[in-house]
Each structure stands twice: as structure tokens, then as C-alpha cells.
């Protein structure tokens, strides 16, 4: 079945300093979507990419799409104490409604 | 809008007890799903109703967990009889669309611990 990888499992960056995640499907998904996790609370949508090769930008994110839609980022600029907590990527495939969740990077941020 | 509504937020019970937990999704959305979250195994899909009905149960651990949705403002997922490896935060999620490729709003959860 359809497994979507996390890396890495934890990040621990100096406030200011950068952070990516990386996620990668083994199969070709029909869109990615992101969410965060805040220690103790629920996953919160982020954004979804669909396109080939897309990238968007929220403030200090960036998501990418790859080009064969099988994998994805994202990169938080400058982070800050804020940007704490656990970040999933997750897939469809096509024709699915099934959403599934990578294993998720825990960003801890020191200030 | 209050979004999605859990309840209880926390339950710890005894081994052999019955749990029900509860979800009201988000006004107008016809998706609903429940989600367990465990350290070991992540993010983990249990079941998936569209329009009320059941679309998708293989993620249901067994026949001691059930889950119904009546009608669109609620749903209820039991456990009957309840064992310690049950112990987790479930999570009710509800979307707008009948294919998924619309965002999911995660309700608060339900941490759930079985003694």
C-alpha cells in the first residue's frame, strides 16, 4: 500500500536558524497537503500543493511539489520559538479520499 | 464557527469498561474521519464516513471498536471491551468534499487511557 516517509523525525535548531522537512511518497500522489501539530494539541491544516513542481509561500514557509508528484518540503526562514512543534506532510493518491499521514518532523526551537 | 467539537477531551477507564467517545464535525461538511494517534505507530485512519454513511472501516483495529454517525452533526466511536493498548488520543476530523483533496479540520481530540 501507499507509505508516505518523514525526514527528519526531530530538528533542533537555534532560533534563527532555518528548518526543512522532507517527505517523500511511494507513489504518485494526486495532492500533498501540510499540517502542524503544537505539542499537545491537533494537527492544523497548513496549505496543499496539487501542481507539478509548485511552490508556494506562507511568510517564512515554503512548500514545495516535486515534479513527479512522489515528494515535498518545507522550509521555515529564520525560525522562531513559535514554530515549535510537529510538522506532517500527507498525500492522496488519485482517486482516493484516503489521506495519508507522514510520521511527521518535530521542530524544537531554542531561543 | 466552532468547529470540530470532541467529547470527552479526556477519558481514563478500566480494562474491560466500555468507551464511547464523541464528534460533532463542522456544520455543512459531508466527511467525517477518525483518526488515532499513538507515539509508535503516528497518524492512523480508522474509519471514514461520507453523507452519514460508512465508506472506509479496514483501519478499525478489530471488533471491539465500532463506530456510527446517525445523522451529519454527529458520530460516536466505542470501544467495547477496552484493553490498555487502546491507550491513545483519538481524533474526529470532518471536510467538505466526498474525495479528500479538501483540507481536514482536526477536532481536539480525545486522550484516551485504559488502566
Redesign the interface.
Known amino acids: 500500500g501507499q507509505q508516505v516517509m518523514q525526514i527528519p523525525q526531530y530538528q533542533h535548531v537555534q532560533e534563527g536558524e532555518d528548518f526543512t522537512t522532507y517527505c517523500n511518497s511511494s507513489t504518485t500522489l494526486?495532492?500533498i497537503?501540510w499540517y502542524k501539530q503544537r505539542p499537545g494539541?491537533?494537527?492544523?491544516?497548513l496549505i496543499?500543493l496539487v501542481k507539478s513542481g509548485e511552490v508556494k509561500k506562507q511568510k517564512r514557509l515554503t512548500f514545495q511539489f516535486g515534479e513527479a508528484k512522489k515528494n515535498s518540503s518545507l522550509h521555515i526562514t529564520a525560525t522562531q520559538t513559535t514554530d515549535v512543534g510537529t510538522y506532517?506532510c500527507a498525500g492522496?493518491e488519485d482517486?482516493?479520499?484516503?489521506?495519508i499521514?507522514?510520521?511527521?518532523t518535530r521542530l524544537l526551537v531554542r531561543p | 464557527d466552532a468547529g470540530v467539537i470532541q467529547s470527552p477531551r479526556h477519558e481514563v477507564t478500566e480494562m474491560g469498561q466500555e468507551v464511547t467517545l464523541r464528534c460533532k464535525p463542522i456544520s455543512g461538511h459531508n466527511s467525517l474521519f477518525w483518526y488515532r494517534q499513538t507515539m509508535m505507530r503516528g497518524l492512523e485512519l480508522l474509519i471514514y464516513f461520507n453523507n452519514n454513511v460508512p465508506i472506509d472501516d479496514s483501519g478499525m483495529p478489530e471488533d471491539r471498536f465500532s463506530a456510527k454517525m446517525p445523522n451529519a452533526s454527529f458520530s460516536t466511536l466505542k470501544i467495547q471491551p477496552s484493553e490498555p493498548r487502546d491507550s491513545a488520543v483519538y481524533f474526529c476530523a470532518s471536510s467538505l468534499d466526498d474525495r479528500g483533496s479538501y483540507e481536514q479540520y482536526f477536532g481536539p481530540g480525545t486522550r484516551l487511557t485504559v488502566t
Open positions: 494526486s495532492n497537503q494539541g491537533h494537527p492544523v491544516f496543499q506532517f492522496h482517486s482516493s479520499y484516503k489521506l499521514f507522514g510520521s511527521g
